[in-house]
């Protein structure tokens, strides 16, 4: 049975009210396991708008699911595409506070700032360098509103693909002078290494996973824009990160980010 229109801004609704109290839910698919992609898309859409509405503003995009060991433990073929807004956009010279989500886990990430302009439908990874103006390390922090950080594919890409918080590093460099696939990557917490991957981790490397999303955005007429954030996907798996935690990521020739967190019940 296809989903109604009532039903989608129904779901919105709840999502956003589990973000912002703070609560798990249980997932979509628990209620409506008939669900599509293409209708957890339109929630997705819906729930942007939403946060727009509310004086947020779109800056960029977020991809999922680009490693392929990943892509076949969810039995799907291809990544996923979360919005970013500029609410969740953190500093690294402030620290972050815990209480402002449900569970949160920290993932590596390469960073793209689009120098113009880029749409199509064949767009190519080396399409996408030549748009790029720069590239830093990030850490996105990913917070599932569901239970358990536990969802089917629809579930996720309705919940605007976990997407909560990012910080980007300082020092920004010029894509044309790395090979991103071999860039390595350290994660650490409190200095102990927690994970460790390289750029080949995304889809072979990071630009062709962001041309996939070029690709996608292509099919529905439009494209990525000047300025525009891209995370290019997580370069090793997510790890859960506490009150008093420092999470740090440096990425080889782009130099580290870091943040710390904190609960805002011990602060002065």
Not at 8 to 13: F, N, P, R, S
Not at 16 to 44: G, H, N, S, V
């Amino acid at each position: 049975m296809a989903m109604t229109t009532e039903t989608k801004q129904d779901l919105v609704e709840w999502l956003l009210a589990a973000e912002r109290d703070r609560r798990e839910i249980e997932k979509i698919t628990q209620r409506y396991p008939d669900m599509t992609i293409e209708d957890a898309y339109e929630i997705q859409r819906q729930l942007i708008a939403k946060k727009e509405q509310a004086g947020e503003r779109c800056i960029g995009l977020k991809l999922g699911l680009t490693s392929r060991a990943k892509q076949q433990m969810m039995g799907v073929h291809e990544a996923i595409y979360g919005y970013l807004t500029d609410g969740m956009l953190a500093t690294e010279w402030e620290t972050i506070a815990h209480e402002r989500f449900i569970h949160p886990k920290a993932e590596p990430e390469i960073a793209f700032l689009m120098g113009e302009d880029l749409q199509g439908t064949n767009v190519t990874a080396k399409d996408v360098l030549r748009a790029t103006r720069y590239v830093a390390p990030a850490i996105e922090i990913i917070d599932s509103r569901y239970e358990n950080f536990r969802f089917t594919l629809p579930d996720v890409v309705a919940d605007n693909c976990s997407s909560a918080a990012f910080v980007v590093g300082s020092r920004w460099v010029a894509p044309g002078s790395l090979d991103l696939a071999l860039a390595g990557v350290v994660m650490t917490i409190n200095g102990v290494i927690q994970t460790t991957g390289s750029g080949a981790a995304v889809l072979g490397h990071p630009a062709a996973s962001v041309a996939w999303a070029v690709n996608k955005l292509g099919e529905q007429g439009s494209g990525l824009k000047k300025g525009q954030i891209i995370l290019s996907g997580a370069l090793t798996e997510a790890v859960l990160f506490q009150p008093g935690d420092v999470i740090q990521v440096s990425v080889d020739g782009m130099g580290s980010v870091s943040f710390g967190c904190q609960s805002s019940r011990n602060e002065i």
